[in-house]
């Protein structure tokens, strides 16, 4: 899959409320620091994950499923197999008229799921992960490639 550079920047830029399907509340696990860096950078992660409900991660209330969001949703950020992908585009398609994105992360691809929701007229980004596109559209990236966030008084 290929995304112009303006097309990724638009999808960032739009967007201001991310579901994100399959965090983790484990620090080192990508869902996890993804989850957080998208909040650090301003926007509102509602956490979905059926193992973790209730519980809380970033301020917000981890739920079960798409279904439990009351808000409007912008982007729905999958981080699930690939072969999971399909019921969770359903349930947003149905649950968020308004929605604008879905963003399945490195590593999950689902043709059928993506042509559904494209044909709903919601864009759709396979195979990437959006804190490493902010990172390289808005110019945060670092000479090793990313940004660990870490600053040291020593080097």
Not at 38 to 50: D, Q, Y
Request: aromatic fraction near 8%.
């Amino acid at each position: 899959m290929s995304y112009s550079d303006d097309f990724l920047r638009t999808v960032l830029k739009r967007t201001k409320t991310v579901a994100v399907v399959g965090v983790s509340l484990n620090p080192v696990r990508p869902s996890y620091y993804v989850a957080r860096y998208m909040s650090l950078k301003g926007f509102t992660v509602i956490p979905v994950n059926p193992g973790h409900a209730g519980k809380r991660l970033f301020g917000a209330e981890v739920k079960a499923s798409l279904s439990e969001i009351d808000a409007k949703v912008d982007m729905v950020d999958i981080f699930r197999r690939s072969d999971a992908v399909p019921p969770i585009v359903d349930e947003a398609l149905e649950q968020f008229p308004d929605l604008q994105t879905i963003w399945m992360q490195i590593g999950v691809e689902h043709a059928e799921a993506a042509a559904k929701a494209e044909a709903r007229g919601v864009d759709v980004v396979m195979n990437r992960c959006p804190k490493i596109e902010y990172q390289r559209l808005f110019g945060e990236l670092r000479m090793g490639g990313f940004n660990t966030g870490i600053i040291s008084s020593k080097l």
